[in-house]
Each structure stands twice: as C-alpha cells, then as structure tokens.
C-alpha cells in the first residue's frame, strides 16, 4: 500500500495535524482518529463519533493511541529521612489494693507503694482506719496519713495529708481519702506512698488501717502553679 512508502512524511505532518484536534477527536479511551491519504500520506484528524465512516475511500482510517505503553519500573528510590518522634505514650492507669489489717505505729509507716514511670499522673489513695474496743477503758487516736512522693535522688514530698480520729468508745471507724498530682521528668521510676502513724493510743496497739487503695491515673496538657 502507498501509505507504507509515506510513513517518513506522515510522521512530519503528524504534529502539526495534532496541533489543532478537538476534544471530540479524542475517545475516552485516549485515542485520536486519523485519515491517511492513500496517494500523498496526508494525514487529517476526525472525529470518529459520527454516523458514517470517518475516511473517505482514497484514505485510511489511521487509529493512534494517545498513551504509549507502560515502560519497565525504574530504580528504587533512596530511604527518606526519618521522620519526628512521635509523643511519649502514658501508661494506662496503676493501681495497688492491699488487703488485711495493719498496725501504723507511733512513726510514719508506708502502708502501701506504687511505682510510677515517666509521666503526670492523678493519685488518689483512701483507706479506713480502726480501733478495737478496749473493755473498762476510752481510748481515743488520731492516726495521720500522708500521700508522698519517694524521688529517684531518695528524696520525699507530701503531696497530701489527712487525719482521721477514732475511739473505742465510738466512732470506731474512720475513712479517709489524699490525693496529689505527681510528676516524673526522668527515665528513672519514681514511687508514691500512703504513710501513716498513730498519735493515740496506747502506744498505737489498738487502731489498724484496712482496705487501703492507691492509684495513679496518666493525664496530659498539665501546668503547675506553686504558691
């Protein structure tokens, strides 16, 4: 066919015809519609969306593909930098019961611990304190307790403190509840403590400390203002 002698020239006049192809040319599958002449290898775009055939009779219809084929993949890219650490994730809540009685004594005892990681937490801690019916006498003790931070350097800050008042003679029970915002800035865990003591008595041998509870809530976006 002549058109095959032709080519050279029809991909002269290739652009220029491009140049004025109207988006009705186009299929929606992206391929434009040509008419090469058979004689002369002109080529002309139409648009192939109309009822009859696109070419004339001297001419053939020339379909060409708007989009070449895919090429092999290139190269692997080189790893991007790391990104930026993300936020320190908080533990979940911490939290310690102890069950049983106990006796606080004349000095401070620690009752009961936890150990807390980096972080700002809520403590709470509540308990119950008790004295036991002592037949022919009126006892009468104020045990006092305190929610303390033990720092890593072996230093320790009350955060909070309480006194509960209880006789044999009545009430015999008395409840109790501290609580304090605790920081740790370090790596290194840190602890809170429930220390209590007994400033009646005799001697502390009668009143005892029951269902003592301690915990830690993780929170975030706090300030501290100190007075």
Not at 34 to 53: I, Q
Not at 135 to 154: D, F, I, M, S
Request: proline share 7%.
């Amino acid at each position: 066919m002549r058109f095959s002698v032709k080519a050279g020239l029809a991909a002269v006049v290739l652009t220029g015809a491009l140049a004025g192809v109207g988006q009705a040319a186009f299929s929606n599958d992206g391929v434009v519609t040509m008419c090469a002449n058979n004689s002369t290898g002109a080529l002309r775009v139409v648009d192939p969306s109309g009822v009859g055939r696109p070419c004339g009779n001297t001419e053939t219809v020339l379909p060409i593909n708007q989009k070449g084929p895919e090429g092999p993949a290139g190269p692997a890219g080189a790893p991007g930098a790391a990104g930026p650490a993300g936020p320190v994730s908080l533990p979940s809540v911490v939290a310690k019961w102890r069950k049983g009685n106990w006796n606080p004594g004349e000095d401070y005892y620690s009752a009961i611990d936890l150990t807390m990681f980096k972080g700002v937490y809520h403590v709470t801690a509540k308990g119950t304190a008790y004295m036991y019916e002592a037949l022919g006498h009126e006892y009468w003790a104020a045990v006092t307790c305190q929610l303390r931070v033990k720092h890593a350097n072996g230093k320790s800050e009350v955060m909070d403190t309480t006194v509960v008042e209880v006789s044999d003679g009545g009430p015999e029970y008395g409840s109790f509840a501290l609580q304090g915002v605790m920081r740790i800035d370090t790596s290194v865990p840190e602890t809170a403590e429930v220390a209590c003591k007994d400033d009646g008595g005799p001697g502390g041998k009668l009143t005892v400390l029951r269902h003592l509870n301690l915990h830690g809530l993780p929170i975030s976006g706090y300030v501290q203002v100190q007075q």
